[in-house]
């Protein structure tokens, strides 16, 4: 893997994700798509994905934050954390970010749906191992969160490096889903003689916004909170 010290490549340089025969889209495949570039932009905007992978008890999919570089995403967690031993052992996962961009309603149940934009990849997990890679992973997951913090805050001494597990996830095999717009009504509920054709139809948008941040306690009154500029994407 390479770490490359610009991480701002262009999203329009990027080619595809890796499609496979499980990969493949069955139920509106229209709205798949393996672009690279969309799935960064969707991979940079959202920060919690659910990370799905088998274990001796079942499935499980854990909610995670996680950061992107390059072609890579990190994740972190305890040393002890059941989803850091598994995925640490090389058990294959699937990796998902959504974002919903909308509630469609529509004039009847069947049709409801949600405007959204996901990203799904695969594959397996390496341990972050090398300590110059842990750190900047450490790095790149808490800026990921809110832009520019890892600078402002104390960096994670040798011990918290040591306590804390590092996966690193190539981003290859993978897909895209995007829907968007109006819901799409059956012809009998639109017909001029419908009872259901004044029900009101149309998107609810939805949107990730940072409120007003809550200083905690021994904060001195005179230092600035972030500004919520850095936690719009
Ligand atoms: C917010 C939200 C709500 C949804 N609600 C519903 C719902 O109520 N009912 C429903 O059936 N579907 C829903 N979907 C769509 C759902 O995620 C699947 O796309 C859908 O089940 C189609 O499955 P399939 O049989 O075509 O593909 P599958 O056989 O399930 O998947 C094959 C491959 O397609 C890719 N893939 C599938 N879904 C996605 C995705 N969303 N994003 C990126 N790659 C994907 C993966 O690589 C996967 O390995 C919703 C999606 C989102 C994001």
């Known amino acids: 893997m390479s770490i490359s010290a610009d991480p701002t490549v262009p999203l329009d340089a990027l080619g ?12 509106h495949p229209e709205r798949g798509s393996f672009d690279r570039a969309t799935a960064y ?23 995670t934050v996680y950061g992107r570089r390059d072609d890579t995403v990190y994740v972190h ?21 959504t974002l919903v961009d909308g509630l469609v309603l529509a004039r009847s149940a069947f049709y409801h749906s ?17 300590p110059t890679e842990k750190a900047l992973a450490s790095r790149v997951i808490v800026d990921h969160v809110v832009r520019g913090r890892s600078a402002e805050v104390r960096p994670p001494h040798d011990k918290e490096l040591r306590a804390t597990a590092i996966l690193a996830l190539e981003i290859a095999e993978g897909s895209v889903k995007v829907r ?3 819901p799409g009504d059956a012809p009998e509920d639109l017909a001029p003689d419908s009872p259901y054709r004044a029900t009101w139809a149309g998107v609810v948008p939805l949107a990730s ?18 500004s919520l500029s850095r936690f719009v994407r």
């Open 180 to 182: 968007t717009g109006p």
């Open 77 to 97: 967690g305890s040393q002890a954390s059941r989803m850091m031993q598994v995925l640490g052992a090389g058990v294959p996962l699937c990796f998902t970010v």
């Open 16 to 27: 595809q994700l890796t499609a496979t025969e499980r990969t493949a889209l069955r139920r």
């Open 209 to 226: 916004v940072a409120a007003t941040p809550v200083p905690e306690a021994q904060v001195p009154p005179e230092v600035a909170p972030p």
């Open 41 to 63: 932009a969707i991979l940079d905007e959202a920060f919690v994905a659910h990370v799905g992978f088998a274990t001796e008890q079942g499935p499980m999919v854990i909610p």
């Open 114 to 130: 949600a405007n959204y934009r996901s990203v799904v990849l695969l594959g397996c997990a390496r341990v972050v191992t090398d």
